[in-house]
């Protein structure tokens, strides 16, 4: 069972790059499985925005492709969201989760505790 940590700054101005970490222990995340961000913003459900494999390929929401980008550390074992020209829509909540594909399905059985992340001027 892998344990995963999120960090970085919970309030970020409009027009700028929303970034976060996620720290992973317990499990290398070069070796399997998917490692996904996952938002959830008031009165709606959760919003995958996409993953990067244990291989390093990445996989983004169609919704959101043209402002994210996701990396990692390796060294570190950790894994980076960045959401580019942020809007207060982009309020939420959000998680990092390990997840697997499983009958055509995604499934998602370890994450993060959640940072909350609020774009405001």
């Known amino acids: 069972q892998a344990q995963l940590q999120e960090s970085g700054p919970g309030l970020v101005k409009p027009s700028q790059t929303l970034s976060l970490t996620c720290t992973v222990s317990?499990?290398?995340?070069?070796?399997?499985?998917?490692w996904s961000w996952i938002r959830q913003s008031p009165g709606k459900g959760l919003e995958w925005i996409g993953y990067?494999?244990?291989?390093?390929?990445?996989n983004y929401s169609p919704s959101l492709k043209s402002r994210t980008s996701m990396s990692r550390d390796t060294s570190k074992n950790q894994f980076t969201l960045q959401l580019s020209s942020v809007t207060p829509e982009d309020t939420a909540e959000y998680f990092c989760?390990?997840?697997?594909?499983?009958?055509?399905?995604?499934?998602?059985?370890?994450w993060g505790q959640g940072t909350q992340v609020t774009v405001s001027s």
């Open positions: 317990g499990g290398s995340i070069t070796t399997n499985y998917y």
């Open positions: 989760a390990r997840g697997l594909k499983f009958g055509g399905a995604d499934y998602f059985g370890s």
């Open positions: 990067i494999s244990y291989s390093g390929g990445t």
